[in-house]
């Protein structure tokens, strides 16, 4: 018995049981990209891809609804303290096994970030939140990072749903949490928004190899 609560004791939570068990996978992926030749390479990113964008939107997203938000929250653990919005989208992304400067990204504007990781990008000025839902719908299933006049998050477009994953500095005490991007929200109001599919060759080629991104920008890879 006293060796059971032992191991209960010591074992990992399940947050960090998931991360753990995404590094190794990465690392197969790194293996397997390196033994292919060049037609091969291309399906490995392709399963890459499609692998990521499972891990962070059916796993790592939903660990961290409810975790609330606070202007200085860095907390780098599901639930418990609060998150910043910019804090959110790095911790999530490094979480997911990119490698990134968390704290100086997440004190950063998200353009020049955005524009840096993501491959897509469109701009809307004084346009109308649908005019985002239609882009999105016609890109696509993905994963894309949204900044805003003054917040920063993600658009998760899956089975031809889309919704807004962010921490919400509207509702302080929920905090993270998935909605309409046509909803009561930072996004629908804001003015000035910048759209950018996350999960490019590029950056999916990045993270199987274990590059820094702080080396990387994306318009020098294409």
Known sequence: MLLLLAALITQPP???TLKQRIEADRLRFT??????DSADRIAVVDSA??????????????????????F?????TPGTGTI???????????????KLPRIKWSQMAAEPITVKLCHRIKRFRDRPVSDVITYIQTQGDGLYKVGLDSHV???????????FVHSNY???DIGVMSEPLDGNNPLAHSRYRIVGSVLGDALVIAWITGQDLNTFDVRSEN
Do not use: E, H, K, M
């Open 14 to 16: 399940p947050y960090t």
């Open 49 to 70: 891809r499609n692998y990521l964008f499972d891990r962070i939107t059916l796993d790592i997203l939903p660990a961290w609804y409810g975790t609330p938000w606070d």
């Open 31 to 36: 293996a397997r990209y390196a033994s292919a």
């Open 153 to 163: 998050g993600f658009i998760v477009a899956r089975n031809g749903i889309v919704r």
């Open 170 to 172: 509207y509702q302080r």
């Open 72 to 76: 200085n929250g860095t907390t780098r």
């Open 84 to 98: 910043a919005c910019g804090y959110f989208v790095n911790t999530v992304l490094q979480d997911a096994g990119f």
